[in-house]
Nanobody, 121 residues
Framework: QVQLVESGEGLVQPGGSLRLSCAAS????????MAWYRQAPGKQRELVAS???????DYADSVKGRFTISRDNAKNTVDLQMNSLKPEDTAVYSC???????????????WGQGTQVTVSS
């Protein structure tokens, strides 16, 4: 089993910063991709940022230059540093990971429970 646990929810003012963290646990051999998605009310879930085990990153155009995704492969964690936050960044942010289960060569994908980020004055 693989579980993802997010932390770092918060209410921040426009222009503020917030750091989200996600920790993967379970019978994990390795993680290929870690990513952050978000979903605002009435909107589809969208990919915010992703990072591969190689360190390669990708960002949604709307967050480029403001958000930074990083991972610690040894700890199986991924962070999302969010700066210059805007009201339109308000959403439930969810961690996502894909990889392999230890010993079995079985792939997994897992979602975190989601954490609320609200940007408002």
């Amino acid at each position: 089993q693989v579980q993802l646990v997010e932390s770092g929810e918060g209410l921040v003012q426009p222009g503020g910063s917030l750091r989200l963290s996600c920790a993967a646990s379970g019978t994990i051999l390795s993680i290929e991709t870690m990513a952050w998605y978000r979903q605002a009310p009435g909107k589809q879930r969208e990919l915010v940022a992703s990072v591969l085990s190689s360190g390669s990153t990708d960002y949604a155009d709307s967050v480029k230059g403001r958000f930074t995704i990083s991972r610690d492969n040894a700890k199986n964690t991924v962070d999302l540093q969010m700066n210059s936050l805007k009201p339109e960044d308000t959403a439930v942010y969810s961690c996502y990971a894909t990889g392999w289960i230890v010993f079995l060569g079985e792939r997994f994908n897992a979602w975190g429970q989601g954490t609320q980020v609200t940007v408002s004055s």
